[in-house]
C-alpha cells in the first residue's frame, strides 16, 4: 500500500495545527498542518525546507488567484509562495473549490434533505468561492454577497452574483495588490478564542500582518467607524446588520468569526475546514445545522488515528469538542489540504485531472459532505430569523445607527425605515 505525506503550511493561527492520517483502499496519507501566524518568511522556509520530502503542499491562509465569473485574478503573494518548491507541487484549493464543493453540497441536500430555495445565504466571500456561490443560486437560494462588508469593511451588500460581478471584474485588478491582511482575516482572527473584540473575535487591529502599513491607533479608529455605521441595537445586545434576516451563512467562516451575533438561533451554516471547537461555537449561538462540505479527520497528537472511508453524515446530539484546540475531535480538511490529498493519492497535478478526474478521485478517496444536526434544546430566545425583515434594497432595518447600504441595479441606494 502506497504510504504518502502531505503539509499544509499556512498563514493562519498556529492553535489550528494538526495531523492526521487518511486511509483509503490505495494506502494512506499522512496529513499536517503548519501555522505561521502570518509570517510570510515562515511559510516561505517551510516550503523550501520540506520541498522534495513530502508528495504535495496544501497552501492556506491566501489564494493564487480569485474568480469573478469566467475571470480570474491572479495575488502575487500566492504565487511567490507557490513558487518556492522546485520539486513538490503546491496546492491552494481552487480547483477543488470549482469542481467538489459544488458537487459536495448538491450530495448534502439531497442526502440529508435540505430544500435551500428561497433561504436568504449571507456569503462571506464569493471571489474566494464563486462556483460554490452559483451552485448556492442554482438550488434556488437568494445570495447575498458580503465582500465588500467583510474583505474591505466597507457597508455593502449585493443581492446575487449579477449585481457583484460589474464591481468585481472593475476593482478586483486593483485590489489584488493590497497587503493581504487588509483583505483576509489571518493569525489571530482564525482562532475563536483569540479575543479582542466584542464577540470574541479579532480586532482589526489585531489583524496586520507582514506588509501592512497601517498603525494600531488607525486601524483600531477605522475599525470603530466600521462598527458605528453598522451596529444594529437587539435588545441589551448588538448584531451586525448582514447577519440579521441571512437563514445560512455560506463561505470561509473565518471572514465571519470576528462578527458573529450572540445569537444565531435556527440558523444553517455552509463551510469547510471547520473543526471541533468551529462546531462548538456555533452549537452555542444555537446554530440548528452545519453542513461540512470537505472530507473530515479525526487528529491525535501522534497521526495514528484514521479517517474513515466513506465516514456517514453524523447527526449529533451536543456539541461534538470543547474548546481544547484543533487536535480534539473530528476536524474538516480545508480546501488546500483536500486537494493536496488528492494530488498526493494520485500521484497528478490537480489541472490535470480535470473536472470529472477531480471527482472521481474524490469519490474513490471516500470524500463526502458532513450534516450535523444539533438539538433544538440548545438554542435560547434570541434573534428571530425572520419578522425583522431581510436587507433588501431601498429599505433599511429598523434600528440601524447610520444606515446601510445595498447595491442594486448599479447604484447605490440609502435605506429608509421600516416601519412596525
Known amino acids: 500500500m502506497a504510504q504518502r505525506r502531505v503539509l499544509g503550511v499556512s498563514l493562519g493561527s498556529p492553535a489550528r495545527d494538526f495531523r492526521a492520517i487518511w486511509t483509503w483502499e490505495g494506502g494512506t496519507v499522512e496529513i499536517r498542518r503548519l501555522g505561521t501566524g502570518g509570517d510570510v518568511e515562515r511559510a516561505r522556509r517551510l516550503l523550501e525546507q520540506y520541498d522534495g520530502q513530502v508528495d504535495a503542499f496544501g497552501?492556506?491562509?491566501?489564494?493564487?488567484?480569485?474568480?469573478?465569473?469566467?475571470?480570474?485574478?491572479r495575488l502575487p503573494l500566492g504565487e511567490r509562495l507557490c513558487s518556492v518548491p522546485r520539486r513538490t507541487p503546491v496546492c491552494d484549493g481552487t480547483l477543488v473549490k470549482k469542481w467538489w464543493e459544488p458537487w459536495s453540497l448538491r450530495m448534502a441536500c439531497e442526502e440529508g434533505g435540505l430544500n435551500l430555495a428561497g433561504r436568504a445565504?449571507?456569503?462571506?466571500?464569493?471571489?474566494?468561492?464563486?462556483?460554490?456561490?452559483?451552485?448556492?443560486e442554482e438550488a434556488g437560494a437568494r445570495v447575498l454577497v458580503g465582500d465588500a462588508a467583510f474583505a474591505l469593511r466597507i457597508p455593502v451588500l449585493f443581492p446575487g452574483l449579477r449585481w457583484f460581478y460589474p464591481f468585481a471584474v472593475t476593482l478586483v485588478p486593483l485590489l489584488r495588490h493590497l497587503p493581504l491582511s487588509f483583505l483576509y482575516p489571518q493569525a489571530r482572527g482564525q482562532h475563536p478564542h483569540a479575543g479582542g473584540g466584542p464577540d470574541g473575535g479579532a480586532?482589526?487591529?489585531?489583524?496586520?500582518?507582514?506588509?501592512?502599513?497601517?498603525?494600531?491607533?488607525?486601524?483600531?479608529?477605522?475599525?470603530?467607524?466600521?462598527?458605528?455605521?453598522?451596529?444594529?441595537?437587539?435588545?441589551?445586545?448588538?448584531?451586525?446588520?448582514?447577519?440579521h434576516g441571512a437563514e445560512v451563512l455560506a463561505g470561509d467562516l473565518h471572514f465571519f468569526?470576528?462578527?458573529?451575533?450572540?445569537?444565531?438561533?435556527?440558523?444553517?451554516?455552509?463551510?469547510?475546514g471547520l473543526d471541533g471547537a468551529d462546531l462548538a461555537l456555533l452549537a452555542e449561538r444555537g446554530v440548528s445545522l452545519v453542513v461540512e462540505l470537505g472530507p473530515v479527520v479525526f487528529p491525535s497528537p501522534d497521526g495514528v488515528e484514521l479517517g474513515p472511508i466513506g465516514c456517514p453524515s453524523p447527526a449529533l446530539s451536543a456539541p461534538p469538542a470543547g474548546p481544547g484546540g484543533a487536535g480534539q475531535g473530528r476536524r474538516g480538511l480545508s480546501a488546500n489540504l483536500a486537494e493536496a490529498?488528492?494530488?498526493?493519492?494520485?500521484?497528478?497535478?490537480?489541472?490535470?485531472?480535470?473536472?470529472?478526474?477531480?471527482r472521481t478521485w474524490c469519490r474513490r478517496l471516500g470524500f463526502r459532505p458532513s450534516v450535523y444536526r444539533f438539538p433544538a434544546s440548545q438554542a435560547e430566545a434570541g434573534i428571530p430569523i425572520s419578522g425583522r425583515g431581510v436587507l433588501t434594497a431601498g429599505t433599511r432595518a429598523k434600528g440601524v445607527n447610520g444606515g446601510c447600504y445595498l447595491a442594486h441595479e448599479s447604484v447605490f441606494r440609502r435605506k429608509t425605515t421600516v416601519g412596525r
Open 121 to 136: 445565504v449571507l456569503f462571506s466571500s464569493v471571489l474566494d468561492r464563486w462556483p460554490l456561490a452559483q451552485a448556492l
Open 59 to 73: 497552501l492556506g491562509g491566501v489564494n493564487v488567484s480569485l474568480q469573478a465569473g469566467g475571470r480570474r485574478y
Open 203 to 243: 480586532g482589526v487591529a489585531q489583524q496586520r500582518g507582514p506588509g501592512s502599513r497601517a498603525g494600531g491607533s488607525r486601524q483600531r479608529s477605522a475599525a470603530g467607524g466600521a462598527d458605528r455605521r453598522w451596529r444594529l441595537s437587539v435588545g441589551a445586545r448588538a448584531c451586525w446588520p448582514p447577519f
Open 257 to 272: 468569526r470576528r462578527r458573529l451575533p450572540p445569537r444565531l438561533d435556527e440558523r444553517w451554516v455552509i463551510g469547510s
Open 341 to 358: 490529498v488528492v494530488v498526493a493519492a494520485s500521484g497528478r497535478a490537480a489541472c490535470d485531472l480535470g473536472a470529472e478526474g477531480m
